[in-house]
């Protein structure tokens, strides 16, 4: 039986990010601050070698792959890009306060989509979809090791509906540049849609060879 790895990670800041900006569709770089953590990261800490190497087309999760795993050719996994917000895009909770858009998507708990966003159903939709993709082309080319770059709130919901063990999405947040170990066979997969969450990503070095220094067992002492 194959087990699978797949090294599930967010993507690095951008300048939309520091600013508190709803960044969801807009197409923004890693800022400054956002490169130098990466390639901070990389320097100090060890990153799995991989197979291929996933991530959605916009350009903070490309960069983030291209830096963290240099080399690689990017296959894209569009359908795990991050959540639109229409008329918020881009703006601040500050900017936003005032207008009756904003209003009523807070009036919601920001369950509805707001004004010109998208649906809340068609995007945790396309982000199963996506995921299930990526798993589907692993098992199907064999590539037994691979990383996903993906924005880090479809990260956590994933892991949470997905992994064991269960916790809620919160328990999963990471840093940029950082993430989880997800182990993966097709039978469990294809029979229940689960997998086993272990290593957080990336490793300290040196210990990269002792994974279970890191696994599922201390998960409750991150929280």
Request: aromatic fraction near 10%.
């Amino acid at each position: 039986m194959i087990t699978y790895k797949l090294y599930m990670i967010r993507p690095g800041l951008t300048a939309g990010n520091l600013d508190g900006r709803y960044i969801g569709s807009t197409d923004l770089p890693l800022c400054r601050e956002g490169k130098e953590r990466l390639l901070h990261l990389a320097k100090t800490r060890a990153y799995p070698g991989v197979g291929r190497v996933y991530a959605p087309s916009q350009k903070r999760a490309v960069e983030t792959a291209e830096i963290l795993f240099p080399g690689h050719t990017v296959y894209p996994a569009d359908d795990l890009r991050e959540y639109g917000f229409g008329v918020l895009e881009n703006k601040t909770a500050a900017e936003l306060r005032d207008t009756p858009a904003f209003k009523q998507w807070m009036a919601t708990g920001m369950r509805d989509a707001p004004l010109g966003g998208e649906d809340k159903t068609a995007f945790l939709n396309r982000c199963e979809a996506g995921f299930a993709a990526v798993l589907e082309d692993m098992m199907r080319g064999r590539v037994t090791a691979a990383a996903l770059i993906c924005p880090g709130g479809i990260m956590m919901n994933l892991l949470a509906r997905h992994g064991y063990p269960k916790l809620e999405p919160l328990r999963w947040k990471a840093e940029p540049g950082e993430g989880y170990t997800a182990l993966v066979t097709a039978s469990m997969w294809q029979r229940a849609g689960v997998f086993e969450v272990v290593d957080p990503i990336p490793y300290i070095k040196g210990d990269r060879h002792e994974p279970s220094a890191y696994g599922v067992y201390d998960l409750e002492e991150r929280g």
